[in-house]
């Protein structure tokens, strides 16, 4: 099954919601194929106003072009909205955003318009669910400039297990580093950056509307916290090609004081959110500096 979607503005965010809550999924078994469907939106021009408004809530103020992470805020109305189509088989209801693997290749200013290309991956079956992907590239005229693989997990009781994805592996660095400086989540931040990216998911939004998810209070979204985390690094403000693999491991409550331990390594830097005083680290990123002519996003960097 295949299906391309085409756009020339922003997808209509209310219709994905209501899509959202109307559609019946069918699911997917282990004998299927998880269907491929593609959304494309060429010559996007940059809102300075959004743009100006997620530098001030994400405190982003100095990386060359547009920050590393901005262009996820641009392609998530054609996430939704491809995740939202009657042929995308899984239900998004407690649906939870796993890791974010993303390359600048150069920065991108602020007057040159994108074409974006959005496809669904591959699909995993895993202990906790079925893992998907989405892989996102944005280009100027014929030129590769940003690129994303983006994992989201649907809970799910199941009878099999395929290997885990081998950008999972990215992770594991046990050895605690220095402590950078740390941060506040202010009250407003859930819906502010909501208002700046569409993504109104309930547990941002409010206490009550989190608490019926199962969480004591809402939450910021990850790639605020990302963003928020990784602001002002030397690592960022390069021109080269620059790569920030992410694994979110628990929840960033709003009001709460995020505590940043890094560790330098050969070709970047490690850091890990800590949130309040929880002693398990809610997100892990590693960032790198990049050969642009290297591995395809979806493998490991060497």
């Not at 409010?206 to 004591?216: D, H, I, K, Q, V």
């Not at 990302?226 to 929840?251: H, M, N, W, Y």
Request: net charge neutral; proline share 8%; hydrophobic share 35%.
């Amino acid at each position: 099954m295949a299906r391309s979607l085409e756009y020339r503005h922003t997808p209509s965010l209310w219709r994905a919601y209501g899509r959202f809550l109307l559609t019946r999924r069918s699911g997917i078994s282990e004998s299927q194929d998880f269907p491929r469907l593609t959304a494309n939106w060429r010559g996007l021009e940059i809102d300075e106003k959004q743009l100006s408004r997620y530098r001030a809530c994400c405190e982003v103020e100095s990386e060359p072009g547009l920050p590393l992470h901005f262009p996820h805020v641009l392609v998530s109305p054609l996430h939704l909205s491809l995740m939202t189509q009657p042929e995308f088989p899984l239900g998004l209801l407690g649906s939870l955003h796993l890791r974010n693997h993303a390359v600048r290749y150069r920065p991108i200013a602020v007057e040159e318009r994108l074409d974006l290309f959005v496809s669904t991956g591959q699909a995993r079956f895993r202990p906790q669910g079925i893992e998907f992907d989405l892989e996102t590239e944005a280009r100027v005229g014929e030129e590769l400039v940003w690129a994303e693989v983006s994992t989201f997990l649907v809970r799910k009781k199941l009878s099999t297990e395929d290997p885990a994805s081998p950008l999972a592996g990215l992770f594991d660095w046990p050895e605690e580093g220095e402590e950078l400086t740390p941060f506040d989540i202010p009250g407003n931040t859930g819906r502010r950056y909501a208002s700046i990216t569409g993504d109104y998911n309930p547990i941002h939004i409010s206490p009550w509307t989190a608490r019926l998810f199962g969480f004591p209070q809402d939450l910021a979204h990850g790639m605020w916290g990302v963003a928020r985390a990784c602001s002002g690094l030397e690592e960022l403000q390069t021109e080269k090609p620059v790569r920030a693999d992410v694994s979110f491991k628990g929840p960033l409550y709003i009001g709460k004081q995020i505590r940043v331990n890094g560790i330098a390594t050969s070709d970047g830097r490690k850091i890990k959110l800590f949130c309040g005083s929880e002693p398990r680290p809610a997100v892990l990123i590693a960032l790198r500096e990049v050969n642009k002519m290297s591995k395809p996003l979806n493998c490991p960097p060497d």
